[in-house]
Protein backbone atom coordinates (compact mmCIF):
# COMPACT_ATOMS: atom_id res chain seq x y z
CA UNK A 1 0.00 0.00 0.00
CA UNK A 2 0.96 3.61 -1.07
CA UNK A 3 -0.95 5.56 0.94
CA UNK A 4 1.61 7.32 2.95
CA UNK A 5 2.83 9.74 4.97
CA UNK A 6 4.97 11.60 2.12
CA UNK A 7 3.62 10.20 -1.32
CA UNK A 8 6.68 9.12 -3.91
CA UNK A 9 6.38 10.99 -7.63
CA UNK A 10 5.87 8.08 -9.04
CA UNK A 11 4.23 4.60 -8.17
CA UNK A 12 6.16 1.18 -8.12
CA UNK A 13 5.87 -1.04 -10.95
CA UNK A 14 3.75 -4.17 -10.43
CA UNK A 15 2.16 -1.88 -7.24
CA UNK A 16 -1.62 -1.99 -6.35
CA UNK A 17 -3.03 1.75 -7.05
CA UNK A 18 -5.86 3.69 -6.71
CA UNK A 19 -7.53 4.98 -10.27
CA UNK A 20 -10.48 7.29 -11.73
CA UNK A 21 -11.08 6.84 -15.35
CA UNK A 22 -11.10 10.00 -16.87
CA UNK A 23 -11.45 9.75 -20.45
CA UNK A 24 -12.16 6.99 -23.05
CA UNK A 25 -11.31 6.39 -25.81
CA UNK A 26 -11.76 3.85 -28.66
CA UNK A 27 -8.54 1.74 -27.68
CA UNK A 28 -7.68 2.60 -24.19
CA UNK A 29 -8.37 5.25 -21.34
CA UNK A 30 -6.95 7.63 -19.54
CA UNK A 31 -7.34 7.95 -15.65
CA UNK A 32 -6.03 9.70 -12.58
CA UNK A 33 -4.01 7.92 -10.32
CA UNK A 34 -5.92 9.30 -6.88
CA UNK A 35 -2.76 8.81 -4.39
CA UNK A 36 -0.22 10.00 -6.75
CA UNK A 37 -2.09 13.14 -8.60
CA UNK A 38 -0.63 11.58 -11.52
CA UNK A 39 -2.34 10.61 -15.23
CA UNK A 40 -2.14 6.92 -16.00
CA UNK A 41 -2.93 4.89 -19.52
CA UNK A 42 -5.59 1.99 -19.65
CA UNK A 43 -4.75 -0.10 -22.62
CA UNK A 44 -7.94 -1.72 -23.38
CA UNK A 45 -5.89 -5.28 -23.52
CA UNK A 46 -5.64 -4.56 -19.97
CA UNK A 47 -8.95 -3.62 -19.60
CA UNK A 48 -10.46 -7.32 -18.90
CA UNK A 49 -9.72 -10.73 -20.67
CA UNK A 50 -10.99 -11.51 -23.71
CA UNK A 51 -12.01 -9.41 -26.86
CA UNK A 52 -13.56 -6.14 -26.21
CA UNK A 53 -15.68 -5.07 -28.94
CA UNK A 54 -16.91 -1.85 -27.42
CA UNK A 55 -15.04 -0.44 -24.49
CA UNK A 56 -18.10 1.43 -23.00
CA UNK A 57 -19.36 -1.61 -21.63
CA UNK A 58 -16.19 -1.81 -19.47
CA UNK A 59 -15.52 1.30 -18.20
CA UNK A 60 -17.10 4.53 -17.38
CA UNK A 61 -16.77 8.33 -16.62
CA UNK A 62 -15.62 8.95 -13.78
CA UNK A 63 -15.60 5.03 -12.89
CA UNK A 64 -13.07 4.53 -9.38
CA UNK A 65 -11.38 1.01 -9.36
CA UNK A 66 -8.06 -0.26 -8.67
CA UNK A 67 -5.49 -1.36 -11.20
CA UNK A 68 -1.74 -2.67 -11.31
CA UNK A 69 1.10 -0.75 -12.40
CA UNK A 70 2.72 -2.25 -15.48
CA UNK A 71 4.66 -0.05 -16.69
CA UNK A 72 6.45 3.50 -15.76
CA UNK A 73 8.70 5.49 -17.19
CA UNK A 74 9.97 8.67 -15.31
CA UNK A 75 11.70 10.53 -18.14
CA UNK A 76 8.40 10.71 -19.70
CA UNK A 77 6.59 10.85 -16.77
CA UNK A 78 4.06 8.28 -18.20
CA UNK A 79 2.46 5.24 -16.41
CA UNK A 80 0.62 2.52 -17.73
CA UNK A 81 -2.02 0.17 -15.62
CA UNK A 82 -3.77 -2.67 -15.74
CA UNK A 83 -7.16 -3.90 -14.27
CA UNK A 84 -7.41 -7.25 -15.38
CA UNK A 85 -4.15 -8.08 -13.76
CA UNK A 86 -5.56 -6.86 -10.35
CA UNK A 87 -7.44 -9.87 -8.31
CA UNK A 88 -10.37 -8.90 -6.56
CA UNK A 89 -9.21 -9.85 -3.63
CA UNK A 90 -5.94 -7.71 -4.27
CA UNK A 91 -8.93 -4.84 -5.21
CA UNK A 92 -11.19 -4.99 -1.98
CA UNK A 93 -7.71 -5.13 0.49
CA UNK A 94 -6.31 -2.24 -1.48
CA UNK A 95 -9.82 -0.01 -1.06
CA UNK A 96 -10.06 -1.11 2.57
CA UNK A 97 -6.67 0.18 3.38
CA UNK A 98 -6.93 3.33 1.35
CA UNK A 99 -10.27 3.59 3.44
CA UNK A 100 -8.53 3.16 6.61
CA UNK A 101 -5.37 5.58 5.89
CA UNK A 102 -7.58 8.22 4.92
CA UNK A 103 -9.33 7.68 8.63
CA UNK A 104 -6.06 7.67 9.94
CA UNK A 105 -4.58 10.59 8.09
CA UNK A 106 -7.53 12.48 10.00
CA UNK A 107 -6.92 11.46 13.18
CA UNK A 108 -3.18 12.72 12.17
CA UNK A 109 -4.60 16.33 11.56
CA UNK A 110 -6.74 15.78 14.68
CA UNK A 111 -3.99 15.33 16.50
CA UNK A 112 -1.86 18.10 15.46
CA UNK A 113 -4.71 21.05 15.47
CA UNK A 114 -5.26 20.02 19.12
CA UNK A 115 -1.67 20.51 20.10
CA UNK A 116 -2.19 23.51 18.17
CA UNK A 117 -0.38 23.41 15.30
CA UNK A 118 -2.50 24.20 12.44
CA UNK A 119 -0.42 26.48 9.62
CA UNK A 120 0.03 23.99 6.91
CA UNK A 121 4.11 24.44 6.71
CA UNK A 122 4.32 23.34 10.56
CA UNK A 123 2.29 20.41 9.67
CA UNK A 124 4.01 19.55 6.94
CA UNK A 125 6.88 20.13 9.19
CA UNK A 126 5.93 17.03 11.73
CA UNK A 127 4.41 14.93 8.43
CA UNK A 128 8.54 15.06 6.94
CA UNK A 129 9.89 14.07 10.88
CA UNK A 130 6.92 11.42 11.18
CA UNK A 131 8.09 10.02 7.70
CA UNK A 132 11.35 9.57 8.92
CA UNK A 133 10.50 6.81 10.55
CA UNK A 134 7.28 5.81 9.86
CA UNK A 135 5.53 5.59 6.36
CA UNK A 136 2.07 4.96 7.16
CA UNK A 137 -0.50 6.93 8.83
CA UNK A 138 -1.61 3.05 9.83
CA UNK A 139 1.73 1.93 10.91
CA UNK A 140 2.08 5.63 12.78
CA UNK A 141 -1.33 4.24 14.45
CA UNK A 142 -0.51 1.22 15.42
CA UNK A 143 2.96 2.02 16.80
CA UNK A 144 0.99 4.32 19.37
CA UNK A 145 -1.70 2.03 20.03
CA UNK A 146 0.85 -0.48 21.01
CA UNK A 147 3.49 1.59 23.22
CA UNK A 148 3.23 5.63 23.70
CA UNK A 149 7.29 4.84 23.81
CA UNK A 150 7.25 3.91 20.00
CA UNK A 151 6.49 7.19 18.78
CA UNK A 152 8.35 9.40 21.58
CA UNK A 153 11.05 10.10 18.54
CA UNK A 154 8.13 13.01 17.73
CA UNK A 155 9.49 16.34 19.65
CA UNK A 156 6.53 17.61 19.96
CA UNK A 157 4.90 16.19 22.79
CA UNK A 158 1.52 17.88 22.74
CA UNK A 159 0.94 16.14 19.48
CA UNK A 160 2.31 12.53 21.20
CA UNK A 161 -0.40 13.08 23.93
CA UNK A 162 -2.96 14.63 22.00
CA UNK A 163 -2.40 11.94 19.57
CA UNK A 164 -2.76 8.78 22.21
CA UNK A 165 -5.76 10.00 23.12
CA UNK A 166 -7.15 10.81 20.04
CA UNK A 167 -6.65 6.87 19.78
CA UNK A 168 -8.06 5.96 22.78
CA UNK A 169 -11.43 7.62 21.96
CA UNK A 170 -11.67 6.61 18.40
CA UNK A 171 -10.01 3.02 18.00
CA UNK A 172 -11.22 0.21 19.97
CA UNK A 173 -7.89 -2.23 20.45
CA UNK A 174 -7.65 -5.35 18.33
CA UNK A 175 -9.45 -8.77 20.07
CA UNK A 176 -7.65 -11.55 18.94
CA UNK A 177 -9.62 -15.20 19.25
CA UNK A 178 -8.86 -18.80 19.33
CA UNK A 179 -11.27 -21.33 20.09
CA UNK A 180 -10.37 -25.35 20.43
CA UNK A 181 -12.71 -28.40 20.65
CA UNK A 182 -12.75 -30.69 23.93
CA UNK A 183 -13.72 -33.67 24.45
CA UNK A 184 -13.46 -34.82 28.16
CA UNK A 185 -13.85 -38.45 29.76
CA UNK A 186 -13.93 -39.63 33.47
CA UNK A 187 -10.80 -41.89 33.89
CA UNK A 188 -12.44 -43.55 36.67
CA UNK A 189 -15.51 -43.71 38.60
CA UNK A 190 -13.37 -41.31 41.33
CA UNK A 191 -14.66 -38.36 38.53
CA UNK A 192 -17.99 -37.56 39.22
CA UNK A 193 -19.87 -34.59 38.23
CA UNK A 194 -18.67 -31.96 41.67
CA UNK A 195 -15.20 -33.28 39.73
CA UNK A 196 -16.35 -32.15 36.15
CA UNK A 197 -18.04 -28.90 37.45
CA UNK A 198 -14.65 -27.85 39.53
CA UNK A 199 -12.72 -28.19 36.18
CA UNK A 200 -14.81 -26.23 33.97
CA UNK A 201 -15.33 -23.56 36.30
CA UNK A 202 -10.91 -23.31 37.19
CA UNK A 203 -11.16 -22.93 33.46
CA UNK A 204 -13.68 -20.08 33.25
CA UNK A 205 -11.08 -18.15 36.26
CA UNK A 206 -8.58 -18.27 33.93
CA UNK A 207 -10.61 -16.52 31.10
CA UNK A 208 -11.84 -19.49 29.10
CA UNK A 209 -15.51 -19.49 28.05
CA UNK A 210 -16.67 -22.87 28.40
CA UNK A 211 -19.68 -24.10 26.03
CA UNK A 212 -21.33 -27.43 26.72
CA UNK A 213 -21.60 -28.99 23.12
CA UNK A 214 -23.16 -32.30 24.27
CA UNK A 215 -21.57 -35.26 26.12
CA UNK A 216 -18.58 -35.53 25.92
CA UNK A 217 -17.33 -32.33 23.79
CA UNK A 218 -16.99 -28.57 24.15
CA UNK A 219 -16.18 -25.54 22.76
CA UNK A 220 -13.33 -23.54 24.46
CA UNK A 221 -12.56 -20.20 23.80
CA UNK A 222 -10.43 -17.49 24.59
CA UNK A 223 -9.34 -14.08 23.63
CA UNK A 224 -6.56 -11.83 24.09
CA UNK A 225 -4.80 -8.46 22.54
CA UNK A 226 -2.61 -11.18 20.80
CA UNK A 227 -3.00 -14.61 19.94
CA UNK A 228 -0.22 -15.34 22.10
CA UNK A 229 -1.97 -14.17 25.04
CA UNK A 230 -5.22 -15.75 23.82
CA UNK A 231 -3.03 -18.93 23.31
CA UNK A 232 -1.45 -18.65 26.86
CA UNK A 233 -5.25 -18.66 28.30
CA UNK A 234 -5.69 -21.76 26.76
CA UNK A 235 -2.45 -23.31 28.02
CA UNK A 236 -3.19 -22.58 31.82
CA UNK A 237 -6.85 -24.53 30.72
CA UNK A 238 -4.34 -27.59 29.73
CA UNK A 239 -2.75 -27.22 33.08
CA UNK A 240 -5.77 -26.75 34.67
CA UNK A 241 -6.91 -30.47 33.34
CA UNK A 242 -3.84 -32.21 33.53
CA UNK A 243 -3.99 -31.32 37.61
CA UNK A 244 -6.95 -34.06 37.16
CA UNK A 245 -4.88 -36.30 35.40
CA UNK A 246 -5.67 -39.07 37.63
CA UNK A 247 -9.63 -38.32 37.18
CA UNK A 248 -10.28 -37.26 33.63
CA UNK A 249 -8.89 -37.55 30.59
CA UNK A 250 -9.24 -35.20 27.12
CA UNK A 251 -8.59 -34.92 23.59
CA UNK A 252 -8.19 -31.02 22.71
CA UNK A 253 -7.62 -29.56 18.99
CA UNK A 254 -7.90 -26.24 17.32
CA UNK A 255 -10.85 -25.29 15.71
CA UNK A 256 -10.39 -23.86 12.55
CA UNK A 257 -12.24 -20.69 10.71
CA UNK A 258 -12.50 -19.98 7.14
Known sequence: MKCIILQKQFPENKELVLIRIKKIMPHGAYAELVEYGKDAYLPISEIASGWIKNIHEFVKDGQRDVGKVISVDREKGSIDVSLKKATSKEKSNKMTEYGLEKRYEKLFEQAASDAGIK????????????????????????????????IAFVQNRKFCDALIEIIAKNIKPK?????????????NKKADIKTIRNVLSSMEKLGVEVLYLGAPRYRLTADGDSYLTAEGKIKAARNALDAYSGKLSYEMKNEKHD
Open 175 to 187: VYEVSYLMEMRSS
Open 119 to 150: DKKDVDALREEIASKVDTYSNLIAAAQEDSKN
